[in-house]
T-cell receptor, first 109, second 114 residues
């Protein structure tokens, strides 16, 4: 069945370092969304990518959708302690979203 | 405005008991999803409603799980004869209309089956 794999599982960085998380789908996706979940909280929508090769930026965050619409990445430049949390990708196909297992980001001040 | 609310926030059930989890989506949101999130994992799709119609229930793990949204707003996820493997956080999310729009998640219900 459809799967969305996400790596790495954990990432520990020093404040100011960059961070990247990657998602790969076993099949072509209609679109992909990214969410952030703080410890003890619920997922909060960050962005949606729809077009092949699409790149979107939100301040220090850069999101990419692969040409084949099977992979995506989230890159954070110069991490801050407020970036701490788990980042999930969610690929959409046929009325449902397939979430990756998430990348847990820890930022040391 | 008000976000998605869920109740109860925490539920402890003895194995074999039935439970009912409630979701109040954002007013006017057409699409509603239920997810199950195990510790350290991503949300796993259970079922999807568009208004009152349940368009996809392929993620429900067994026939002990049942969801409804009779008037197209509030939804209830019912689990009969709970088992220990049902212990998880159950998340509800709503989106404005088309299913591919951004989802707004509720705080979840943490179910513990003892």
């Amino acid at each position: 069945g459809q799967q969305v794999m996400q790596i790495p599982q954990y990432q520990h960085v020093q404040e100011g370092e960059d961070f990247t998380t990657y998602c790969n789908s076993s099949t072509t996706l209609s679109n992909i969304q990214w969410y952030k979940q703080r410890p003890g909280g619920h997922p909060v929508f960050l962005i949606q990518l729809v077009k092949s090769g699409e790149v979107k930026k939100q301040k220090r965050l850069t999101f990419q959708f692969g040409e084949a619409k099977k992979n995506s990445s989230l890159h954070i430049t110069a991490t801050q302690t407020t970036d701490v949390g788990t980042y999930f990708c969610a690929g959409y196909n046929f009325n449902k979203f397939y979430f990756g297992s998430g990348t847990k980001l820890n930022v040391k001040p | 405005g008000a976000g998605v609310s869920q109740s109860p926030r925490y539920k402890v059930a003895k194995r074999g008991q039935d439970v009912a989890l409630r979701c109040d989506p954002i007013s006017g949101h057409v699409s509603l999803f239920w997810y199950q999130q195990a510790l350290g994992q991503g949300p796993e799709f259970l079922t999807y409603f568009q208004n009152e119609a349940q368009l996809d229930k392929s993620g429900l793990p067994s026939d002990r799980f049942f969801a409804e949204r009779p008037e197209g707003s509030v939804s209830t996820l019912k689990i009969q004869r709970t088992q220990q493997e049902d212990s998880a956080v159950y998340l509800c999310a709503s989106s404005l209309n088309r299913v591919s729009y951004e989802q707004y998640f509720g705080p979840g219900t943490r179910l513990t089956v003892t």
